[in-house]
């Protein structure tokens, strides 16, 4: 999640929105008749983005690419770096379809397509489940436009980002222990999390995170259904 400010407004999706995204990226790819050989997914959040596209457009050719972000001090400003190179002739005279989840800054679709149009590729056009307003890139294909900047929670990283939210979120409150019901108030609090649509998107899930966190060492349980921080 990077340099993100203490509080911030997040969204949390499910697979089934998620997946209805995908379809109307794949219906705006036929209607514009674009028809690509090749799907690289941006890693990771574009990976399931791009299986779903593929088997939606009907391809079989489905390749990856990593953009590395900065988060540490000693790089902080540098521009987001291109890793994991795809294998020699995965774009090259073929029409090429760039996919991730969102486009944020939009640094990494547009460090992707630059990369790929170094590769000698016939077209490319670069497609997004969300857009937020603060991207410099428009990407050709967009499943749906963010009016409000939000830090959106996909399905696939659920724990992972909701491990994060919990601990800062702990961390930032005064008190020495947490119940269930205390992580939902500072969700609230500082990230607009609305218990009932997180219950509505992510049913029951809150338990599997904090027993998560307690697994990995995070969280220490303190009895009586609190936590703490160690
Ligand atoms: P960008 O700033 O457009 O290069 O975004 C880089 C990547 O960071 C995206 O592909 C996402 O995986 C992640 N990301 C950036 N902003 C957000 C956000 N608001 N919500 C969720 N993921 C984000």
């Not at 002739?89 to 969102?102: N, P």
């Not at 961390?171 to 999390?193: P, T, W």
């Amino acid at each position: 999640m990077g340099d993100l400010p203490e509080e911030f407004p997040c969204t949390i999706t499910n697979w089934e929105y998620i997946y209805g995204l995908c379809r109307t990226v794949s219906d705006d790819v036929k209607a514009d008749d674009f028809e690509p050989d090749v799907v690289v997914a941006l890693a990771r959040g574009g990976w399931f983005a791009g299986r779903t596209l593929c088997d939606f457009l009907g391809l079989d050719d489905l390749t990856s690419l990593k953009i590395e972000h900065y988060v540490g001090t000693a790089a902080k400003g540098d521009e987001p770096e291109v890793r994991y190179p795809m294998p020699e002739g995965s774009v090259e005279g073929k029409d090429v379809l760039i996919v991730d989840d969102i486009a944020d800054t939009g640094q990494s679709i547009a460090h992707a397509s630059e990369y790929v149009n170094d590769r000698n590729p016939n077209a490319v056009r670069t497609a997004t489940l969300q857009l937020l307003q603060t991207s410099e890139v428009e990407p050709d294909f967009v499943g749906e436009r963010l009016e409000e900047w939000a830090w959106v929670v996909y399905p696939w990283n659920f724990i992972e980002d909701m491990i994060d939210l919990t601990e800062s979120v702990m961390e930032k409150a005064e008190a020495e222990q947490f119940s269930e019901g205390d992580v939902r108030s500072l969700l609230r609090a500082y990230h607009e999390i609305d218990p009932i649509e997180m219950e509505i998107a992510q049913p029951d899930r809150l338990e599997e995170v904090l027993t998560e966190m307690e697994r990995r060492d995070v969280i220490e349980y303190a009895g009586e259904d609190c936590w703490t921080v160690p």
